[in-house]
């Protein structure tokens, strides 16, 4: 009788392993728990998550859990499981769902832990600046992010990185991870390495208001605020009590002497704009005003004249 295996997800970036198990012979890919239908996009309409779609698709039986409550830990539990991944799932699991699968319960966390344990992984590593990232496939435990880990896998970063591009290198890579390391998660063979207390470092989850830029800030943290909070929270500023929002700029230094923090400058033929910084100046490429639409900044400074 073959493995049987289960997956708790509710994120786009969990499709690639969800393809994996799906393909790989030697398990049972049983079902998926994922997060309830929400209202989204323009419309609010209700639909399910990538996940659920994924699942329906494909014809894996899956429970939208609201909570990991009762109801969600019978369905589970039904369904015998041997050994269950998770990842963006957003779910707290309390001790009956961590020791249910006798193979265990392993996480893919997008860091090289112990850095970077919490909610925002990815966006933080492109808002420090880090030249690398990775994923961690670690065992789980009640702690946030705190087991010992099985297998890494490093990722380099490149200068224009964003959330959404880091994202779909963590995808490939979590897939690639499990491919290597089902066969020794399978025979119980495998070592694990326990975190370093000393190295552990957190992230927190962002809100709307961190998307707000501060030009006392230096550009180029600027820039890279820009890149690593795409799709969200996103990043905007206000002038003349006009909010916009900025898609896309990039940093380029100057001493800014002569000029305060926070100028706007347009060149004379209309077709660039920068706003000086603590250190260079954040030129714009892409800015959308509250209410239309992104512009090239060419376009966009031909419909606007607030700056």
């Not at 994996?20 to 079902?31: A, M, N, Q």
Request: charged share 20%; with cysteine.
């Amino acid at each position: 009788m073959k493995p049987r295996v289960l997956f708790f997800s509710a994120a786009e970036i969990s499709i690639p392993c969800l393809e994996v198990l799906k393909r790989r012979d030697e398990v049972d890919f049983v079902g998926i728990i994922t997060q309830p239908e929400r209202a989204r996009g323009r419309g609010q309409q209700i639909r399910l998550n990538p996940i659920g779609l994924w699942a329906e698709q494909q014809g894996i039986p899956f429970f939208q859990a609201e909570k990991m409550d009762n109801s969600a830990y019978e369905w589970l539990s039904a369904k015998q499981p041997d050994l269950i991944f998770v990842m963006a799932f957003g779910h707290i699991l309390s001790e009956r769902f961590l020791t249910l699968p006798p193979l265990g319960m392993w996480n893919f966390h997008t860091s090289l832990l112990p850095k970077y344990r919490g909610a925002s992984p990815i966006q933080t590593a492109i808002l420090n600046g880090e030249a690398f990232s990775g994923v961690t496939l670690m065992s789980v435990v009640k702690k946030m992010d705190a087991g010992a880990w099985l297998a890494q896998k490093k990722i380099a970063l490149d200068a224009s990185e964003t959330t959404p591009s880091l994202t779909e290198k963590m995808a490939k890579a979590s897939a690639e991870l499990l491919e290597e390391n089902l066969p020794a998660l399978l025979a119980r063979n495998y070592t694990l390495t326990e975190q370093n207390p000393i190295e552990v470092t957190f992230c927190s989850k962002y809100t709307k208001a961190d998307g707000e830029l501060d030009f006392s800030k230096p550009a180029e943290v600027l820039e890279r605020q820009i890149r690593a909070f795409q799709p969200w929270p996103g990043s905007y500023f206000f002038k003349n009590n006009e909010r916009y929002i900025v898609h896309r700029a990039h940093a380029i230094a100057a001493k800014n002497a002569s000029q305060n923090i926070g100028h706007f400058c347009v060149d004379s033929e209309r077709k660039s704009l920068y706003v000086t910084t603590s250190s260079g100046n954040l030129h714009f490429e892409i800015l959308q005003k509250s209410g239309g639409k992104p512009l090239s900044i060419a376009d966009f400074l031909r419909g606007d004249r607030n700056f």
